[in-house]
């Protein structure tokens, strides 16, 4: 768990890069040394960009590949210049921007023999789940629990955001359960 002052760090680099981005068309530069220990250490996380409860972008990293902190500045960066779900942010939005923060914790595989087996192990609201079949992969954070609260319904929902038919089944697909710590800044 990261302290307060942590947490805090993190929402104000997210905001921080995406108002560089928009200024310099680039990231916001980070010294990691210059962050606590536990910002510096490698870390991957999500960040989530909303205007009045509505998704403005959305961009994360699965595995922690580079310092908890450097993660953030980019994915915020990328959230609002290079989610092709929307058009780049404009500063007329800046002000209105919502960021959410979603540290990950490891991916653990889940071992299961059928759709009704994995569905059983899933936790509603707890669980990040990531789907890979073949070259095909996504995620839904825990946060998606609030709108696809039914278990069935939320993994037919991942399988479509892979790219898969929703009742597609094979015993080829994998799947890996995480949790997040969330961070939100209104």
């Not at 760090?9 to 921080?16: E, F, G, P, R, Y």
């Not at 960066?77 to 007329?92: E, G, L, N, Q, T």
């Given at each position: 768990?990261?302290?307060?002052?942590?947490r805090?760090?993190?929402?104000?680099?997210?905001?921080?890069?995406?108002?560089?981005?928009?200024?310099?068309?680039?990231?916001?530069?980070?010294?990691p040394?210059?962050?606590?220990?536990?910002?510096?250490?490698?870390?991957?996380?999500?960040?989530?960009?909303?205007?009045?409860?509505?998704?403005?972008?959305?961009?994360?990293?699965?595995?922690?590949?580079?310092?908890?902190?450097l993660?953030?500045?980019?994915?915020?960066?990328?959230?609002?210049?290079?989610?092709?779900?929307?058009?780049?942010?404009?500063?007329?939005?800046?002000?209105?921007?919502?960021?959410?923060?979603?540290?990950?914790?490891?991916?653990?595989?889940?071992?299961?023999?059928?759709?009704?087996?994995?569905?059983?192990?899933?936790?509603?609201?707890?669980d990040?789940?990531?789907?890979?079949?073949?070259d095909?992969?996504?995620?839904?954070?825990?946060?998606?629990?609030?709108?696809?609260?039914?278990?069935?319904?939320?993994?037919?929902?991942?399988?479509?955001?892979?790219?898969?038919?929703?009742?597609?089944?094979?015993?080829?697909?994998?799947a890996?359960?995480?949790?997040?710590?969330?961070?939100?800044?209104?």
């Amino acid at each position: 768990m990261l302290d307060e002052q942590e947490r805090q760090t993190l929402l104000q680099v997210a905001s921080a890069s995406v108002r560089h981005g928009l200024d310099r068309g680039q990231p916001l530069p980070i010294a990691p040394e210059e962050y606590p220990e536990r910002l510096a250490k490698p870390g991957a996380c999500f960040v989530t960009l909303e205007i009045s409860g509505r998704l403005r972008g959305c961009i994360g990293s699965l595995e922690a590949w580079r310092p908890l902190i450097l993660d953030c500045a980019e994915n915020a960066f990328a959230a609002a210049f290079r989610d092709f779900r929307f058009p780049p942010v404009a500063k007329h939005e800046l002000d209105l921007l919502d960021y959410q923060v979603s540290v990950l914790s490891v991916p653990t595989p889940l071992d299961f023999q059928s759709e009704d087996d994995l569905l059983a192990q899933l936790r509603p609201g707890t669980d990040g789940l990531v789907l890979v079949c073949g070259d095909r992969r996504a995620t839904f954070l825990p946060s998606v629990w609030e709108s696809l609260p039914e278990p069935r319904t939320f993994l037919r929902h991942l399988k479509q955001k892979s790219g898969l038919a929703p009742e597609y089944w094979s015993d080829a697909i994998k799947a890996f359960r995480y949790t997040v710590e969330f961070i939100r800044r209104m």
